[in-house]
């Protein structure tokens, strides 16, 4: 995702919900996760780039990130979201493709059978006490227009080592494959 679009997305969430008490994800931390696997040895990091490279035969595609919700639910939200519009086929298919190389490559089956495609941009301090009203109305699902952030096409896979800190997570990239056709 580019820098700029990371900034903007930052700046529009801090303008939507700084009242809240939240932990806003920061800029340069903004990703889509297809999966997570958890510590991996030196072994299996060679088995994930694999799986990585195979997964990446891929066609490039468009992604719109708009709409705003809320995991587990909208009513007692833990994490707050931004949604896929244009190009979640294109995502899920690629989690899909991602999922079935990590089979092969000797990775467990995911805990989910369904992949909702999103941007975390915050988490709740405070998970199920008191939500907002001004909050309970941002994820409430309405008539008015869905609000869009933006969108850039998705070039690459990368694989990414999360380091989680007192200040936040810390994440490294391992490995970045182009997405291509071959």
Known sequence: MPESLRKSIFTK?????????????????????????????????????????????SRPFLLQLAGIGAFPNRRAPNIIWIGIATGATELQSLWMVLNRSLLEAGFEKPDTQHFTGHLTVARVRAPRRTTTLALRQLLAPSA???????????????????RLTPGGSIYTPLLRQPLSEQ
Not at 22 to 28: I, M, Q, S, T
Not at 144 to 162: I, R, W
Request: neutral net charge.
């Open 144 to 162: 008015n227009a869905t609000p869009v952030f933006g969108e850039f096409g998705v070039s690459h896979l990368t694989a990414m080592s999360s």
């Open 13 to 57: 969430c801090h303008r939507l919900l700084k009242a809240e008490d939240l932990r806003l994800v920061p800029a340069d931390n903004l990703h889509v996760t297809l999966r997570f696997l958890g510590d991996l040895s030196p072994p299996q990091l060679e088995l994930l780039f694999q799986a990585v490279k195979a997964a990446a035969r």
